[in-house]
């Protein structure tokens, strides 16, 4: 309120002045830091507040309560960040985290947390030892079943190579004579790879065959036994 006074002391009416005070400025928002997690054997990975944090809302005039009364968060989840070798790769992505929250004149803040999602488990091969004819072998053919689990990828691709010449089986309980042993390579998207070994078994079924002359005539005195 306001009052004049006169030089004899007199005071005028006294006036009522009103202040209008606007807050136009935004909320703060001490959003967690970013942070990589790891996806389990299940490809899940939680990504609660409790476990990553929570944004912390700062503001010069509207209460701390109301602020965290309105404080809210919205995820956006990115595809698969893995390069894959198909046209739908899956495993490790990235969730964007956006806080927000409204003072009490209506401003608004918000602030984004980066949570990165890793698969790093290697997928689970499993391939067969088999048993072919020593005729049937081939360096460039796949024999048996092979294939690959992950806990993300539902492609699991795989390659082989082998690893040895032909060896003789010295075992007595071994299936063939000889055999080569095959190095496979199980691959997910993300490329985490595992190894398994197959043994081919080589069999030798086909009895020897001659070929040349069976009968020939000799004079008696150029024959020798030996």
């Not at 007199?10 to 807050?23: G, I, K, R």
């Not at 989840?77 to 956006?98: K, L, P």
């Amino acid at each position: 309120s306001w009052t004049a006074f006169d030089a004899c002391g007199n005071p005028s009416v006294t006036t009522m002045q009103y202040l209008q005070l606007f807050d136009e400025t935004d909320p703060l928002l001490l959003v967690p830091n970013d942070t990589i997690i790891y996806l389990d054997a299940e490809c899940a990975a939680p990504t609660d507040t409790g476990l990553l944090g929570a944004a912390i809302p700062l503001d010069e005039c509207s209460a701390h309560e109301l602020l965290l009364t309105n404080l809210n968060f919205e995820d956006e989840w990115s595809s698969s960040i893995c390069a894959g070798d198909d046209s739908a790769a899956e495993g490790s992505y990235t969730v964007f985290r956006t806080w927000s929250t409204t003072d009490y004149c209506l401003n608004s803040g918000s602030g984004t947390q980066t949570i990165t999602v890793l698969d790093t488990i290697a997928p689970v091969g499993f391939v067969e030892d088999v048993v072919i004819e020593c005729a049937d072998y081939d360096e460039v053919t796949e024999f048996g079943v092979a294939s690959g689990t992950d806990n993300c990828d539902s492609d699991v691709s795989y390659s082989w190579t082998t690893v040895t010449g032909r060896m003789d089986a010295d075992d007595e309980e071994a299936p063939g004579c000889y055999y080569y042993d095959r190095e496979y390579t199980f691959v997910d998207d993300c490329g985490n790879s595992s190894t398994e070994m197959q043994r081919i078994y080589l069999v030798d079924n086909e009895p020897p065959t001659f070929d040349g002359d069976f009968e020939i005539l000799l004079e008696c005195d150029v024959f020798q036994e030996d």
